[in-house]
């Protein structure tokens, strides 16, 4: 994916593949349509940190490829707005953590210019937070406005069992397997939250890979006692 100015790379895991879709169907199934064409006006993702908001946006820019164009807004909070500049040529924008500029005029103002080229132009704008729109601290009523028209879709957690199908596709996505066991000891013995656990994966990937050994609950306790 072309990223115009912005130097950025898409993560090779963070596909729809590798996204367990439980609970989150219809979202799955807007964002997968969005990537492939659809003529809609885009969407709003909310949901709390590590629910996935991320890893959907660089999968709809991996689908959709040069035609879209991701943002994360967080990284990018103390820069100049101007960055936004010339991405309504793209059909598909991707917005990451909106709230992350909210309250900041500068910023706002260049959001509500570009949220209109887009949505005048028929492209598409795809948006994430961890609120709706309606409860993000926007000074700007008219980009509130504006924004709070895209359909909103609220992203649910994982429960306990999603927990371990999730590493275990993640794990399928790069050649591993885990199994049931290993995966509920990770569950058991780390912080619970996917993005800590996707991130112990690619460790134990790693390792596993320099140790020529399969992902056992002995190999596991031993790299976590390294920890």
């Not at 660089?58 to 991701?70: I, K």
């Amino acid at each position: 994916m072309s990223q115009l100015a912005l130097p950025l790379q898409l993560a090779d895991h963070a596909v729809f593949a590798s996204f367990l879709g439980t609970g989150n169907e219809t979202v799955v199934a807007a964002l997968r349509s969005l990537a492939n064409g659809a003529r809609e006006p885009g969407c709003w993702i909310s949901g709390p940190a590590a629910a996935g908001k991320t890893h959907l946006l660089q999968a709809v820019c991996a689908c959709a490829t040069d035609r879209s164009v991701y943002v994360p807004l967080d990284l990018y909070a103390q820069a100049s707005p101007a960055l936004l500049e010339g991405l309504e040529s793209r059909d598909l924008v991707c917005l990451d953590d909106v709230d992350a500029v909210a309250g900041e005029p500068d910023w706002e103002a260049a959001l509500f210019g570009l949220c209109n080229q887009i949505l005048d132009s028929e492209g598409a704008l795809i948006v994430t937070a961890a609120t709706p729109p309606r409860a993000v601290a926007f000074k700007l009523p008219d980009l509130q406005s504006r924004l709070s028209r895209l359909p909103v879709f609220q992203l649910q957690p994982l429960g306990e069992a999603e927990r371990v199908e999730a590493l275990q596709l993640r794990a399928r996505h790069r050649g591993l397997e885990l199994p049931d066991d290993t995966a509920a000891y990770l569950l058991k013995r780390t912080r619970r939250d996917m993005a800590s656990l996707y991130a112990l994966l690619d460790r134990l990937d790693d390792e596993a890979l320099r140790a020529q050994r399969r992902l056992t609950i002995p190999f596991v306790r031993e790299v976590l006692r390294e920890t």
